[in-house]
């Protein structure tokens, strides 16, 4: 079993900045595969970015070049770094983690809203 707590989600005005954190418990953290994922209202959720033990990242085309994903496995800490915010990026942002051998085998964060406002 992994927990996964999220945090550094709020409110933001266009062309800010934010990093989101998550982090992890209850298991070996890399082992997994690490994702940020999101939702917008009356939207389905979508795949922002992973990160997996090595490093390697993967990001949403719409998003490339905006955001930046990376782990401290040390803190079993996964952050989402938010550059140049607009107000389709308000979403709820949930943290995932994906086990490398077993991908059923998937924890989801509860989620921490960020909104883009003026």
């Known amino acids: 079993q992994v927990q996964l707590v999220e945090s550094g989600g709020g409110l933001v005005q266009p062309g800010g900045s934010l990093r989101l954190s998550c982090a992890a418990s209850?298991?070996?953290?890399?082992?997994?595969?690490m994702g940020w994922y999101r939702q917008a209202p009356g939207k389905q959720r979508e795949l922002v970015a992973t990160?997996?033990?090595?490093?390697?990242?993967y990001y949403a085309d719409s998003l490339k070049g905006r955001i930046t994903v990376s782990r401290d496995n040390a803190k079993n800490t996964v952050y989402l770094q938010m550059r140049s915010l607009k107000p389709e990026d308000t979403a709820v942002y949930y943290c995932?983690?994906?086990?490398?051998?077993?991908?059923?085998?998937?924890?989801w964060g509860q989620g921490t809203q960020v909104t883009v406002s003026s």
């Open positions: 995932n983690a994906r086990h490398v051998r077993n991908p059923r085998e998937t924890y």
């Open positions: 209850g298991s070996i953290f890399s082992i997994y595969v």
């Open positions: 990160i997996n033990n090595g490093g390697i990242t």
